[in-house]
């Protein structure tokens, strides 16, 4: 495992100011600026740690519960005049939103890694996942909810029309993993949706949040727009959901029950993407060299703490050999660090409750008789949260690496024989989020893509083509979540049906000309039939 030198000049690790200070992008003057941009501050601050050394380096206004509902009001007044802006108005400020976003890569990717520990190139995905829902929604927003004519139930007589309103206030409640994708790349459509914003980051990284906002204002974005509120989601989840007109919320399971009860006991719409297990399979004809490759980014990618992240590997009894081998001898040599520049492969988890919760998982797994083929250690000699990427087999069913979800750099590693037997290993467990499949035979890797309970489904890949591709719906089956972000119904979700309908000339339900209510009757059931067996009608009215 090659890895950074750590202890030098008497100090464990870098300190965070040495960090900053050999790139010199980011420091004290950018740091308090963004905290400016928070809302609130009543309950004091929230202190910011840095995972690659423990230290806290940053401190912002902390939210106390009373001043979230000012957060919604002032948002909800400035919704009022953006919901009023076309879309082509809107989009102009996420395309500028966009080439500032790549523009200024380099800024915020040192962000990121202070706040999460991430290796830089696991950051950047981030970035291009910002920029890509940008562009995609300032072009697609007015293609997916302009109004549009509707088939009336009688032809000639009866038009409808079918609009979409925004929402109101949507209220966003984001995760620490993925701080730039998840606190703004779902907010984009509903902002071009038409509708305001609040958004709680979690209080692990508040920092990517306060300087997406604050860069969204740079390029136009009406100030009072978007609210950010900082505080622990126990405190501020709440009075969120009792505010927000809608709630998209990213995270455990657990939470998303409660966020969905809070919300239905409010007859308020709400979209969860929440935990996964996922599987990647790997066929007997899989390019063996790619397989592995997809396999360090399908499990490591940033520290495994990504919810569409590989924590199950099923592989055809004919390779299994073999890839386990080539497999476990890749993982050995990821390359572990903590620096702000391309050099490392893989970073730090973010805390020292996620490691425990990592060592426990491996620690139980082994002693329920699993075999660690790479890794199982953590490595406090790169940094006080990292650990080695790590590969078991012969896991026990009892154990909870088995079942749940670690959110870390591990994976379980089984055969299988059949295609089927694959699905069915696959299918085996509560979550339903993402998967793969490896195989030169695409019609096969097709037809075991559909057969899989996951919301999104990659064929020779880890996670990137389905998290990529923006115009596909992206979400989760089963107890990994309910609604879909992307393409269409990521953003009409955030927005409200009406329809608008005018009947010309004769009453639809009344009878007319004189005549009686059996005589109506009948003429209308006539006519019914008659519409039936008319080209181009049957079935469309």
């Not at 979230?68 to 005049?81: L, T, Y």
């Not at 490759?293 to 990618?301: L, P």
């Not at 591709?469 to 990994?480: I, L, Q, R, V």
Request: with cysteine.
């Amino acid at each position: 495992m090659r890895t950074q030198g750590a202890a030098r000049d008497g100090r464990a690790y870098p300190t965070t100011a040495e960090l900053m200070a050999a790139t010199g992008r980011v420091g004290r003057g950018l740091l308090e600026a963004l905290a400016g941009e928070a809302a609130g501050g009543a309950g004091g601050r929230l202190e910011v740690e840095c995972p690659f050394n423990g230290e806290v380096f940053a401190r912002v206004p902390r939210c106390d519960p009373g001043e979230v509902a000012g957060a919604f009001r002032r948002a909800r007044a400035a919704q009022e005049r953006w919901g009023r802006l076309s879309f082509r108005e809107r989009g102009r400020i996420f395309l500028r939103f966009h080439d500032e976003v790549l523009r200024r890569r380099d800024e915020i990717l040192d962000l990121v890694q202070l706040e999460t520990g991430k290796a830089r190139l696991h950051v950047f995905e981030e970035v291009m996942d910002v920029a890509i829902a940008s562009r995609y929604y300032a072009h697609a927003a007015e293609r997916h909810l302009r109004s549009r004519r509707r088939r009336g139930v009688v032809p000639l007589l009866t038009s409808a029309v079918h609009h979409r309103h925004p929402k109101g206030v949507v209220g966003f409640i984001a995760p620490w993993n993925y701080p730039l994708t998840l606190s703004i790349s779902d907010a984009v459509p509903a902002l071009m949706a038409g509708n305001a914003a609040v958004i709680k980051p979690d209080r692990k990284t508040p920092l990517t949040a306060l300087w997406l906002v604050r860069l969204l204002r740079e390029c136009g974005l009406p100030r009072e727009l978007v609210q950010v509120v900082c505080g622990p989601g126990g405190e501020l989840g709440p009075p969120i959901v009792e505010n927000a007109d809608f709630v998209m919320f990213t995270g455990s399971t657990a939470t998303g029950r409660e966020v969905a009860a809070a919300a239905a006991r409010r007859l308020v719409g709400f979209s969860l993407e929440l935990g996964g297990k996922n599987p990647m399979v790997v066929f007997e004809d899989a390019d063996l060299d790619r397989a592995v490759e997809g396999a360090v980014r399908a499990c490591f990618s940033s520290a495994g703490q990504l919810c569409m992240s590989a924590e199950r590997l099923y592989v055809h009894g004919a390779v299994y050999g073999e890839f386990l081998s080539r497999f476990a001898e890749r993982a050995g040599r990821v390359r572990l660090g903590a620096g702000l520049h391309y050099g490392f492969e893989m970073g730090s988890l973010i805390s020292a409750g996620q490691l425990e919760r990592v060592s426990s998982h491996v620690g139980e797994a082994v002693e329920r008789g699993a075999e660690v083929l790479a890794g199982g250690r953590a490595r406090p000699d790169i940094g006080p949260y990292f650990y080695e990427p790590t590969v078991l087999r012969g896991v026990d069913e009892g154990a909870r690496l088995f079942s749940q979800e670690t959110f870390g750099p591990v994976v379980s590693v089984f055969p299988f024989r059949t295609p089927e037997e694959a699905v069915r290993l696959a299918n085996a467990t509560p979550y339903g989020l993402n998967a793969s499949v490896w195989t030169r035979d695409l019609r096969r890797g097709a037809e075991v893509a559909r057969r899989i309970e996951a919301g999104t489904v990659n064929i020779n890949e880890a996670y990137a083509p389905a998290w990529a591709s923006t115009d596909a719906p992206m979400g989760g089956f089963k107890d990994s979540g309910l609604g879909r972000r992307h393409g269409e119904e990521g953003i009409v979700k955030y927005t409200e049906s009406q329809a608008v309908v005018t009947q010309r000339l004769l009453p639809l339900v009344a009878p007319v000309f004189g005549m009686g209510g059996e005589t109506y009757a009948g003429l209308m059931s006539l006519s019914l039939r008659l519409m039936r067996r008319l080209p181009g009608v049957r079935g469309r009215w």
